[in-house]
Structures are given as structure tokens and as C-alpha cells.
């Protein structure tokens, strides 16, 4: 059965950075984008970013651009969301989630169980 994995959550301090991994299993990852998401205390889910199935072209919401990269290595059944610079407002529970196709076509489905991450001094 599909699993997806999250982890490398914790706290950081504003400016800081973490490195989010999840790991795939019981699907060809190779063949299919991957998304990560996430849900703020008291809203709603946000989609952060996205990555085609070979890696090819990758997308970021704008409140992230700039300050996240979405990797995947189709190797090691792994996907990574390298955050830098992260500010209080990031802080939320994050979660990976795997797409229909191989392109980004915004329909998942299959999701993690999520990652906290937590932004403060």
C-alpha cells in the first residue's frame, strides 16, 4: 500500500532553516509529481510547493518563493523541502502528498500524516 512518510519537523528560530524529508513507498515514485502542503494553526490548508515526476520544473506558492526548494531524488524513494529563512508564519504542520499524474495537476491522492514545524524565538 502507498505510504508517505514525514519527517525533520522541529523548532526553528526566525531565519533559520530545516530540511523536510518524506519518504515513499508502494507506488513507482519515479513515475509521479509530488506536493508538499501545509496548515497553520487556525487555517486553512495551503499548497507550498510542487515538483513533476522526473524533477524537471518545480512550483512554489509565493508566499514561499524564494526562501524554499522542493527536490526530489527518484533513487532513494525520497522527497525533501529545503526551507530557509523561515519566519513565524511558516509554522505549520506539514505534509507531503502524491499526485495523480506525472505533471502537476493539483489533485492528490495520498497524503502523509504530517511534520510540525515551529518558528519562534
Known amino acids: 500500500q502507498v505510504q508517505l512518510v514525514e519527517s525533520g519537523g522541529g523548532l526553528a528560530q526566525p531565519g533559520g532553516s530545516l530540511r523536510l524529508s518524506c519518504a515513499a513507498s508502494g507506488f513507482t515514485f519515479s513515475g509521479y509529481a509530488m506536493s508538499w502542503a501545509r496548515q497553520g494553526p487556525g487555517k486553512g490548508l495551503e499548497w507550498v510547493s510542487g515538483i513533476y515526476a522526473d524533477g524537471s520544473d518545480t512550483s512554489y506558492a509565493d508566499s514561499v518563493k524564494g526562501r524554499f526548494t522542493i527536490s526530489k531524488d527518484n533513487a532513494k524513494n525520497t522527497l525533501y523541502l529545503q526551507m530557509n529563512s523561515l519566519k513565524p508564519e511558516d509554522t505549520a504542520l506539514y505534509y507531503c502528498?502524491?499526485?495523480?499524474?506525472?505533471?502537476?495537476?493539483?489533485?492528490?491522492?495520498?497524503w502523509g500524516q504530517g511534520t510540525q514545524v515551529t518558528v519562534s524565538s
Open positions: 502528498a502524491k499526485d495523480l499524474g506525472e505533471r502537476l495537476t493539483g489533485v492528490f491522492d495520498y
